[in-house]
């Protein structure tokens, strides 16, 4: 699993020497290259409608003057200048060994009333594939079309245009993610393209198998699927939705998931466990976190936290990306917690209470502990939930292959005690997010 | 033909139920929301407190809506559906407590309905996702409350219907039990395959669906026939709050912000012929008590322009 930073709010596209710069330090080796820099919603929003209407307006010429001058530049009317708009940030990250292993295509405004850049959008997004495989990216995120789809026929309108895509998608070898949208209803956001992930699965399914009987009948090489999808967090939370389902739903299918903050009333890019109300996040983390390790995901985690940065004064910027790091890192531990516990071919807890009788519930069938340890005398030699308590001193005779995990929140302080013990093999458990949890809480332990 | 129905909490008064009926009825409704409900509340049961309605027996209960009944009756009102007291279980709640809901308050619920010669009953699914991970293993658990409620069902001619609802994260709301419309119509037809009968049915709740930003349409396309039920009320997208539909805007053009359009439209696709229920008890006590006769008529008539709508074809 790949941690990825999507860049927005942190680097200057023209500019990107700092911006990069703390995302190194903050210890990030992978961004996501937000194509949208090459050309905006609003651009397209505009694309050949405001230069009629500035030419209406005479009064104007110096504004048609300003925009025909933006225009000459605008990748919608030449795809080859993609490059151009990302060539410092490239050479940049390059030096600094970053890579960009997924990209977001350019994509429509949520409230768009353009009905009519379809073949704008589709040669868009084909040049935006090749530029992403020229830069070694291996997925890109391209949004569904909706604007002047038709209720009823949604299936039948991007099945046309995903699959004029795949060739392009499968020469390039970069899959082509779709992702869930919401709506603005009147202000009121709801669930839009693909945020029905039982529906969205069949049409990656139904994608895959004509594009490679597509590319097949065309003679052309085919590696691996060229369709896949990418999660937001962020629309999940708008649209109220399990993403617990969500995820199982789309199981393998699942190549990336964005992970970013927000109220669940307005868009937002906040980082993870930062929007909160009395002492509760207002994302559902358990639900997600569940689903992602149900699945075992293993594709690109990218943190989108522009609000969030871009609150943060400049000066605080490295510290905030080390952070945004180390959530991303933590969201890894947690969807592959059972990955510390399968490298030990015998493991011991310390603590012997809730967190104790949790990992038990869910992990201690597949992974059954030797004994439990604790800091209280009075508990040695008792039984909890079927394991024998032990003093600490009983971990110094245990074999070296053997990991001791800390089930109790003071884990530093433990793992302090550990360490000054001579122990090496110390790991931490934590339950907050597990798989189930038990009705009650043993109190008094 | 479409009618249109009101809940009676807030209306109908034990003391005077001929009387609330008959408000209801000159308000232009013909059919009721009978709120059993509010003989043992959520906000109670969430406490894990109980009370002894429900401890009565059949013959005195059926004694104590007797003046329901007749006075229903009277007034030309028809109980359409009923709403069992929810929560049916509660998580972290006593063993005593949810015996008592599964074993004493559901079967007696099942037989007042009768009692009303009421076809539908709202039942609520259990909310237990987080505690044993999964909605499909909620569902386990609802169904085996379904399953035992069933034979009855059957018997009395009752249709079980499971309602969209909601859960929540740090205040914000977020899909609970039977949000699927997909699922929720597989489970449906299994159920109803296993015992000959529409024993289960689903109640559509147009607040519900607006909190977690459902495609109606669609959602109701999915239940077809199998909707039996509304919950017609409105609210701004963050909270249940029950209120008159085309309240709430968010936007300086000012136009409703849940998706009325599209629940005229998903019903009529489905052909919908049944009634047209407003759960709208916060509304009459939000406006004077003076005003509640012309509330009351005001929501009729919405439900009238809607019932209009939907016909149109």
Redesign the interface.
Known sequence: MRIVCAPSGIVSYSRPNQGIMDIHQGGFSHLSLDMQHCCSGQELENFRAKEEELKGERRQEEQLEAWQREKRISVLEDSSKIGRRFQKLASVGKENGITFPIARAPYLLRDTKRVDLEEVLLELHKACIRYCASVGGESIVIRPLFSGVEYGKEWEANRKYYLQLAPVAAESQVTVLLENQCQNRNGHMIRGMCSDAGLAAQWIDYLNKEAREQLAAEGREIHGDCFGFCMDVGVCNLCGQDMHEFAVTLDSRLKAVVLRDSDGQQEGAMLPFTCVSQGQPKTDWLSLIRGLRQIHFDGDLILEIQDTVECFSPLLRPMLMSLAKQVGEYFRWQIEIERALKKYSSIVLFGAGNMCRNFLKCYGEQYPPLFTCDNNEERWGTIFCGLEVKPPKALLSLPPDCGIFICNIYYREIEKQLREMGIESVEFFNDEYMPSFHFDRVKGV | MIEIGIQTKNIVKDEEPRQGFFQMAQAGFTCGDFSLNAYLTNLSLYRQEKNDFFDQSEEELERFFTPHREGAREAGIRIHQMHMPYPCYV??GSMELNDYLWHVVAPKSMKICAFFQCRYMVIHGFKL???????E?EWAETERFLQSLAPMAKELGITMCIENI?TQ???????GPC??G?KAAERIDRMNDQYGAEVLGFCFDTGHG??????V??FLSQLGHRLKVLHIHDND??GDLHQLPFTF???R?N?????WDGFIRGLRRIGFDKVLSFETAPVLTAFPEKMKGETLKFIGKLGTWMAEEIACR
Not at chain 2, 129 to 135: F, I, M, Q
Not at chain 2, 169 to 175: D, K, L, P, Q, R
Not at chain 2, 210 to 215: C, E, K, R, S, T
Not at chain 2, 255 to 259: E, G, L, P
Request: hydrophobic share 25%; glycine share 12%.
């Open positions: 998580p972290n996702a987080r505690n044993l991970g999964s909605e293993k909601y994260s740090g205040g914000h709301i977020v899909e949000c699927n997909r607006n909190l977690v930003g459902l495609d349409e669609a997208g963050v805007t968010k936007t053009e136009r409703a912000s849940t998706d």
